[in-house]
Each structure stands twice: as structure tokens, then as C-alpha cells.
């Protein structure tokens, strides 16, 4: 996926994903308990963060091109950016539009 994702892409590749840990199970296990204890939610969101990556198991299963930055606790944002724009804008590697687009909420945008 990760690949024809990289073959497509004009300017910017995003995937946002949340990362498991430990504090993050116990923190969404007891404020989902406290708040929708009687819902889906509970169990389906415990199942997500058990079955979510680490940054650094992530890092070993991206293929090259991509890359992967931490943005809050346990928020990863996996990226590719196409050599030619890197090259057009220098070695500087600017994270103000990642950051843009997860505050926004929005997976993918034409930058």
C-alpha cells in the first residue's frame, strides 16, 4: 500500500496512526470505562492499541523513502515526501504542514 501510496503522490504521503504503550492502555481503558462503559468503544479501542506499532517497529517495516515522527503521546505520522520536492526546497525539512493537517484533522490534502 505503502508503495503505490509513494508511486501516486505529488507532493506529500500521510499516515496517522496512534502508537501503543502501555500508559496509553491504562489511561483509555479506565476514561473509556468511566465514559462509555456500556459501548463498543471500550473493547474495540483496547484492540486497537494492542494491535498499533511502536515508532521503532514501524520504522523497521516503512520502506525506504518514508519516514516516521512521534507528534504528541502516542500519535505517530508516517511521511513521504517525493525526492524531486525534496530537492527543490533544499535539505531543510519544514514540519509546519504536518502539523497543520493533524491539528485539522485531515488524513490527506493537496499541499
Given amino acids: 500500500m505503502m508503495a503505490d501510496t509513494a ?8 499516515f496517522n496512526d496512534i502508537e ?5 492502555y491504562g489511561a483509555y481503558a479506565i476514561l473509556s470505562w468511566l465514559f462509555y462503559h456500556k459501548s463498543y468503544i471500550c473493547h ?9 506499532y511502536t515508532k521503532n ?13 512521534r507528534l504528541l503521546p502516542y500519535r505517530l505520522l ?3 515526501e517525493p525526492r524531486e520536492d525534496i530537492l527543490n ?12 493537517i493533524f491539528i485539522m484533522k485531515i488524513k490527506m ?3
Fill in 109 to 111: 490534502v493537496p499541499l
Fill in 78 to 80: 508516517v511521511i513521504h
Fill in 57 to 69: 517497529e514501524l520504522c523497521a517495516i516503512i520502506p525506504k523513502g518514508w519516514i516516521v515522527k
Fill in 7 to 14: 508511486s501516486i503522490c505529488k507532493r506529500y504521503a500521510l
Fill in 20 to 24: 501503543r504503550g502501555d500508559f496509553a
Fill in 44 to 52: 474495540d479501542g483496547k484492540l486497537s492499541i494492542k494491535r498499533s
Fill in 89 to 100: 526546497r533544499g535539505s531543510f525539512f519544514t514540519y509546519i504542514p504536518y502539523l497543520l
